[in-house]
C-alpha cells in the first residue's frame, strides 16, 4: 500500500513563516497530483493547492500570494511554503496524492495523509 507522511507543522506567530513536506512511501510507480488541503474546527475540509506532475499549480483564491506548492517526482515529495501566515490559516493540513499508479496492480487510487497541525497566534 501507499503511506503519505506529513511534517513541518507547528506554532507560529501571524506574519510568520513554516514549510510543510510530505513524503508518499510504497509500491508507487507514479503520481498524477499532489494536493494540500487543510480543515479548521467546525469547517470543511478545503483545498488549499495542488500541483500537477508536469508542474501545473492551483490555489485556493485565500492563500494565493502567500502559499507556494512545490514536488520532486523522483521522491514522490510534495512541499507547501507557507508565508505571511494568518490566524485564519490556523488548520490540520493534510497532503493527498491523486491518480496514484501502483506496481504490478491496475487502475488509479488516490491516497491521504493524516495531517499535521498549523496553529497561527501571537
Known amino acids: 500500500q501507499v503511506q503519505l507522511v506529513e511534517s513541518g507543522g507547528g506554532l507560529v506567530q501571524p506574519g510568520g513563516s513554516l514549510r510543510l513536506s510530505c513524503a508518499a512511501s510504497?509500491?508507487?510507480?507514479?503520481?498524477?497530483?499532489m494536493a494540500w488541503n487543510r480543515q479548521a474546527p467546525g469547517k470543511q475540509r478545503e483545498l488549499v493547492a495542488a500541483i500537477t506532475k508536469s508542474g501545473s499549480t492551483n490555489y485556493a483564491d485565500s492563500v494565493k500570494g502567500r502559499f507556494t506548492i512545490s514536488r520532486d517526482n523522483a521522491k514522490n515529495t510534495v512541499w507547501l511554503q507557507m508565508n505571511n501566515l494568518e490566524p485564519e490559516d490556523t488548520a490540520v493540513y493534510s497532503c493527498?496524492?491523486?491518480?496514484?499508479?501502483?506496481?504490478?496492480?491496475?487502475?488509479?487510487?488516490?491516497?491521504w495523509g493524516q495531517g499535521t497541525q498549523v496553529t497561527v497566534s501571537s
Open positions: 493527498s496524492a491523486h491518480n496514484v499508479l501502483l506496481l504490478g496492480a491496475e487502475g488509479v487510487y488516490d491516497y
Open positions: 510504497g509500491d508507487i510507480f507514479g503520481i498524477g497530483s
